[in-house]
């Protein structure tokens, strides 16, 4: 059962650029209830580039949370298959009471405004989820 109190927030962080933008909310929402960030880094390949943008971004995540003066908690996890459920499954485990993830910026009419993972996370999460919208996707696109 998802805690009613908002007391761990999950922050999963992929090697996309803009995944870096929701740690100001996750930081904003740790001060105001004084809760403890779970940076998660989400391995989904075994390549080494990959492992290493994971880790600069944790980095810059573990950074911006020592500025703020807010806990947290580094993780990493190898997930090979259903990210939407490998997530759900380890928020469960680590009982947080919020999830946020980036808005995915999607090609399709039909997932242009959440896109397909967010939809499918939406779809089974239990606890509630913080969407944020990627600020820079039509700067960065045109």
């Known amino acids: 059962m998802i805690g009613r109190d ?8 992929d090697e996309s650029f803009e995944t870096l933008q929701k ?6 929402f740790a001060k105001l209830f004084n809760a403890k960030l779970l940076i998660l880094g989400t391995h989904t390949s075994s390549h080494p580039e990959s492992k290493h943008v994971i880790n600069v971004q944790m980095g810059h995540a573990q950074a911006m949370c020592d500025k703020a003066n807010v806990r947290y908690e580094l993780l990493s996890v190898s997930i090979k298959s259903n990210i939407c459920a490998a997530l759900v499954e380890y928020a469960k485990t680590a009982e947080a009471n919020l999830m946020i993830i980036m808005r995915e910026e999607e090609e399709e009419f039909f997932d242009f405004w959440l896109g397909t993972s967010t939809r499918k996370l939406i779809s089974i999460s239990p606890m509630p ?3 944020v919208p990627n600020v820079n996707h039509f700067s960065v696109n045109k």
């Open 23 to 28: 740690i100001k909310h996750a930081v904003s």
């Open 129 to 131: 989820l913080l969407i």
């Open 6 to 13: 908002l007391t761990q927030i999950l922050v999963p962080i």
